[in-house]
């Protein structure tokens, strides 16, 4: 999975890791992408041990990531092998194998959505001061903005009558929507948004035209069983 | 006395405006209070707020009505405008007779004319070398705004600069755009928690944005947290 890219929801570019390294002291980054319930997909890892490093939580089903992918905040490590790690003791003895000294992980979060999650390395110890972590957090947020953009122009792109210019971000009616069919189908946000973005694929209209028929009530979407 | 009535007018304002900065406050509910306090005392017909967000276009963050037609023409200037304009040049760009603008933002300009707005005055945020944003101001009457009244508009502009900046440390960009950045993500929160109120409750937007504004005042929450407590179906408004 190393240098892993894929074209599962339109994101394929190791670029996006490799910001967090020229703007960070940190040695390497992975970054995952969840689409929801379906399984989430490693967009960037820009070396061989931060694939390897997300890869083993994933698989161990512990470690910071899944931390910082439930209470939404940053998990940051900067003594990893010092303390003693209750919630993930089998990853935590596997990074013993590594040259690891500090973790660092960002929730990749826009409202109550969950976009995906961003993982930092440091073969040095605390390498990320108070700036650094101000820094980090505002590259996870633009990061997030970038993935849910390429994410909601995949249909633009795809169907006709665009705007090109105005972002779907900044239309409301996509976030409210969410928040309706959330309710709906009683899913989480997340999942909502993927389902405005299936409808829209399979019927060839922009997330923006979806979301716009829900607000106006003209579209209802079922509760899944 | 007319001028006195004003001058305490003003200064009420910036008593309230300051008042609500003092220990927690929320961000975004000083950012309506502000618009609305703009509407009053500028003489202006409606008012918003817009940040610039990680991609460099401007969001709608706070505006005098939730109402999509307003909405709509202060997004509808993110792409060409007065605002944008004013954000990119750090400089205040005034639209004394929208009608008359000729042909340079053919959009925004119907779009403002159709809501009856005939006149824009748009001021920057400013932090040192940067802008964040632009406080937009429409009148439906056609004019420029007295010098008095630029004078003001520009104090409560950076009166939400700094409401926005909170930590004396804003002097790193870092911390500026982190901060920037956690008002706009409270604005896509609130947006989500919109829809849940309004599909739970069969609300307008309007009304729901009304709700969740009231409940987080009542329970002396920001809007985030009510936000929070609403998308995680925890209350229902």
């Not at chain 1, 993935?147 to 409301?172: F, K, Y």
Request: negative net charge; glycine residues 6%; hydrophobic residues 45%.
């Amino acid at each position: 999975m190393a240098e892993g890219s894929s074209t599962e929801g339109g994101v394929e570019d190791t670029a996006l890791c490799a910001h967090f390294l020229v703007a960070l002291p940190v040695d390497g980054a992975a970054m995952s992408v969840f689409g929801g319930t379906v399984p989430e997909t490693v967009v960037c890892a820009t070396d061989g041990l931060a694939a390897r490093l997300d890869e083993l939580q994933f698989d161990l089903g512990e470690g910071p990531r899944w931390e910082a992918a439930r209470t939404r905040r940053p998990v940051l490590e900067p003594r990893i092998r010092e303390v003693a790690h209750p919630l993930w003791p089998v990853f935590h003895t596997a990074l013993m194998d590594t040259a690891v000294e500090a973790l660092y992980v960002f929730p990749l979060t826009l409202g109550a959505l969950d976009v995906g999650i961003v993982e930092l390395y440091s073969r040095t110890p605390g390498v990320l001061d108070r700036t650094d972590q101000a820094k980090a957090l505002v590259l996870a947020n633009e990061t997030a903005w970038n993935l849910l953009d390429r994410l909601l122009r995949v249909q633009e792109a795809a169907s006709e009558a665009v705007t090109p210019t105005a972002s779907p971000l900044s239309r409301r009616e996509i976030h409210q929507a969410t928040g309706m069919v959330l309710v709906q189908m009683n899913v989480t946000p997340t999942d909502a948004l993927l389902v405005l973005r299936a409808h829209a694929f399979s019927h060839g209209k922009t997330v923006r035209a979806i979301a716009g028929d829900v607000v106006a009530r003209r579209l209802e979407f079922s509760p899944v069983d | 006395m007319v001028t006195m009535t004003r001058a305490s007018l003003v200064s009420a304002a910036f008593v309230k405006l300051t008042d609500t900065l003092v220990g927690e406050y929320d961000v975004l509910d000083v950012l309506h209070t502000l618009v609305e306090e703009c509407v009053h005392l500028l003489d202006a017909t409606a008012a918003g707020l817009l940040l610039a967000d990680p991609s460099g276009e401007l969001q709608v963050v706070a505006s005098t009505s939730e109402e999509s037609y307003l909405v709509e023409v202060l997004q509808q200037q993110a792409g060409a405008g007065p605002c944008v304009d004013c954000y990119r040049t750090g400089k205040v760009v005034t639209m004394g007779d929208i009608a008359s603008s000729g042909d340079i933002y053919p959009d925004f300009k119907a779009a403002a004319l159709s809501q009856g707005f005939h006149s824009v005055h748009a001021i920057p945020m400013r932090v040192r070398h940067r802008a964040i944003g632009a406080l937009n101001l429409f009148r439906t009457k056609t004019g420029d705004v007295t010098p008095e009244d630029a004078a003001i508009g520009q104090a409560l502009a950076d009166v939400a600069t700094i409401s926005i900046l909170q930590e004396r440390t804003a002097h790193e960009d870092a911390v500026v755009n982190e901060q920037l950045q956690r008002a706009l993500n409270s604005r896509i929160l609130i947006e989500q928690a919109k829809g849940v109120i309004a599909q739970v409750s069969t609300v307008s937007m309007d009304e729901a944005f009304k709700r969740l504004r009231a409940d987080a005042r009542a329970k002396n929450h920001t809007m985030h947290e009510s936000a929070e407590d609403i998308i995680n179906r925890r209350i229902t408004l």
